[in-house]
T-cell receptor, first 117, second 114 residues
Framework: AQKITQTQPGMFVQEKEAVTLDCTYD???????LFWYKQPSSGEMIFLIY??????QNATEGRYSLNFQKARKSANLVISASQLGDSAMYFC??????????????FGKGTKLSVIP | EADIYQTPRYLVIGTGKKITLECSQT?????MYWYQQDPGMELHLIHY???????EKGDLSSESTVSRIRTEHFPLTLESARPSHTSQYLC?????????????FGPGTRLTVL
């Protein structure tokens, strides 16, 4: 069974500094995908970045990058130059096959990031 | 970016009432999903649909029901609300024509059952 583990319930970072949010996963699939979502206090889930298991390069999207270490089964999110608006819950999720050509997401428990002025 | 809408955003209701949470998307996505999320916790899939007239139950058992009569509309119904149904409900949609199949979420409905 697929499982996502986020070991940091809460993190603090100084404004303008970089921060790494940890995510490890467990799967027996050869082909899979990993997502990071941001959830502000308002409640919506915002898609940030995606990494496919066969992607040779780490994904980047603006200030977000994904440190993907396949052998260690980790997909850590790096946020550079933190801003006050980055304060939110961050969820790691893995795409898993649920049927012929169909996929579903399994979510981790999330990390609450607080950016300090 | 998908346009996906949920109404109401907040709902406080008494035990035993029937409620319907609305979810609509304007992107023409074939897949739609309902997740339940307790405060500060992970999301759990309760229902999903791969197209019109297709609905399936998710990993988390739920007393709610869903329907998919139109591509853009995926309402969730609770016939008799109970305090244990108090939670946030998030709707999402995705486009299976893409390789990534990213799910885009609506703003959520925060339900409180008294």
């Amino acid at each position: 069974a697929q499982k996502i583990t986020q070991t940091q319930p809460g993190m603090f970072v100084q404004e303008k500094e970089a921060v790494t949010l940890d995510c490890t996963y467990d799967t027996s699939d050869q082909s899979y995908g990993l997502f990071w979502y941001k959830q502000p206090s308002s409640g919506e889930m915002i898609f940030l970045i995606y990494q496919g298991s066969y992607d040779e390069q780490n994904a980047t999207e603006g200030r977000y990058s994904l440190n993907f270490q396949k052998a260690r089964k980790s997909a850590n999110l790096v946020i550079s130059a933190s801003q006050l608006g980055d304060s939110a819950m961050y969820f790691c999720a893995m795409k898993r096959r649920s049927g012929a050509g169909s996929y579903q997401l399994t979510f981790g428990k999330g990390t609450k990031l607080s950016v300090i002025p | 970016e998908a346009d996906i809408y949920q109404t109401p955003r907040y709902l406080v209701i008494g035990t035993g009432k029937k409620i319907t949470l609305e979810c609509s998307q304007t992107m023409g996505h074939d897949k739609m999903y309902w997740y339940q999320q307790d405060p500060g916790m992970e999301l759990h899939l309760i229902h999903y649909s791969y197209g019109v007239n297709s609905t399936e139950k998710g990993d988390l058992s739920s007393e709610s029901t869903v329907s998919r009569i139109r591509t853009e509309h995926f309402p969730l119904t609770l016939e008799s609300a109970r305090p244990s149904h108090t939670s946030q409900y998030l709707c999402a949609s995705s486009d299976t024509t893409g390789i990534i199949d990213t799910q885009y979420f609506g703003p959520g409905t925060r339900l409180t059952v008294l």
